[in-house]
């Protein structure tokens, strides 16, 4: 859930505060939102990041204080790609705008597999050359080491949502005539070059977030998921996040969909890549309570649940989902300066009638 809040790729004591909540509030895992490894790579200007050691301190204070709470603290690396040079949500989400400049908020140049721009009105990227697929790869590399030195257990890699490793992808955005385009094994090739520098890079647990499908006529099918999946499974990648949509705009976006959003409606994607290409799966998307979750997972449709903008509403979700299915441990999970309170409180409240 990217807060678009930084300070020149600097965390602050926002992103401090924001995931520090969820880490008390019970969550096996917490992610630090999307972290470019390029300056150029950023959404928007409140991107955090990861392309500088300067970018380092403030990282490892949210590690640590993950982990005091019990959480394993884990980032993902990103690359936005024709994506990038964005105007923030809240001023508009599209094209950075005269607005945005008077707010010192300027333009600067991006790259993508090609120079088409993500639509009409948007910046038009620079086509990648020769020497970019190495230079990329190693900002990816570099930004490894960055979240090893500030104490980070897992990364993911986020290959989904229209950026720069799902553009390459996807036959929408890709549509170049070398090695690097054209048939599904050429427009995984860079995308794969990435996943196998970092995985050489890191021995901890590594995910790839993936657009499942585009949810777009043409686009990267679930077919086509499951056979990268296959590819990520032999690289020694752990586990794929899977979400979907974004190839064209926003990921979020719940209008001019093929696939309904309703709750859960991924979990067919991360069910079949699971089961297909055997490899483990995370799955995400309007997941919104503990029953939905435990059945999914009961049900062998996925290995791990992501909660996102349910957990923006209740920070408190894994704890509350605990309780609501069925354990009793009178707060145990709950950090001892909540929990010392609100046993004392739940016995008033039994005596009261109200429990």
């Not at 603290?73 to 024709?82: D, M, T, Y």
Request: with cysteine.
């Amino acid at each position: 859930m990217c807060q678009y809040s930084a300070e020149d790729g600097h965390v602050t004591d926002w992103h401090l505060v924001h995931l520090g909540k969820f880490a008390q509030g019970g969550a096996g895992i917490v992610f630090v939102e999307a972290t470019a490894v390029e300056k150029r790579g950023r959404i928007t200007h409140g991107d955090v990041g990861i392309w500088d050691d300067s970018h380092i301190p403030g990282l490892r204070r949210i590690s640590e204080f993950v982990k005091s709470q019990g959480a394993v603290p884990a980032i993902q690396l990103a690359h936005a790609g024709r994506k990038a040079s964005m105007a923030r949500p809240w001023y508009g989400n599209g094209p950075l705008t005269q607005a945005d400049f008077d707010r010192g908020d300027a333009a600067w140049r991006i790259i993508a597999p090609t120079d088409a721009p993500l639509a009409e009105g948007y910046s038009a990227p620079r086509a990648f050359e020769r020497g970019d697929f190495e230079t990329v790869k190693k900002a990816f590399v570099e930004g490894v080491r960055r979240a090893r030195a500030a104490g980070f257990e897992i990364i993911e890699l986020h290959g989904a949502h229209g950026y720069l490793l799902h553009s390459f992808l996807s036959p929408i955005s890709n549509t170049r005539s070398d090695e690097y385009g054209g048939s599904i094994e050429n427009r995984m090739r860079f995308p794969l070059d990435v996943i196998a520098a970092v995985r050489k890079a890191w021995d901890k647990p590594l995910f790839v977030r993936i657009s499942s499908i585009d949810d777009v006529e043409g686009g990267w099918s679930i077919d086509d998921s499951v056979a990268f999946a296959k590819q990520l499974k032999k690289l020694g990648v752990d586990a794929v996040d899977c979400s979907s949509g974004g190839i064209q705009g926003s990921a979020t976006a719940a209008t001019k969909t093929l696939v309904p959003r309703v709750p859960g409606f991924q979990l067919p994607f991360s069910e079949k890549i699971k089961n297909e290409a055997g490899i483990a799966t995370m799955a995400v998307g309007l997941i919104l309570t503990p029953q939905q979750a435990e059945e999914a997972l009961a049900a062998g449709r996925a290995d791990l649940i992501a909660v996102g903008r349910e957990a923006l509403f209740d920070p408190n979700w894994p704890v509350h989902a605990e309780a609501a299915l069925g354990a009793n441990r009178e707060f145990a999970l709950w950090p001892m300066q909540y929990g010392w309170w609100l046993t004392r409180r739940e016995s008033l409240l039994k005596k009261l009638g109200i429990r």
